[in-house]
């Protein structure tokens, strides 16, 4: 992953409210940051933050 998709996705984690972010458990902050496909779990917990581009 490129520099400028790290970021991107740090920043969107961050921007996360608490309550999501403390939902999340380790490997799946890892795979929110890192992953090319995330696993169906973090997509729910996510929903209401995904968008289509």
Request: net charge negative; proline share 8%; hydrophobic share 30%.
């Amino acid at each position: 992953m490129d520099k400028k998709k790290e970021k991107m996705r740090q920043e969107a984690y961050e921007s996360l409210p608490p309550n999501i972010k403390d939902s999340l458990t380790p490997e799946e902050k890892e795979m929110f940051l890192t992953a090319e496909q995330w696993p169906d779990s973090l997509f729910l917990k996510l929903d209401e933050f995904i968008t289509e581009e």
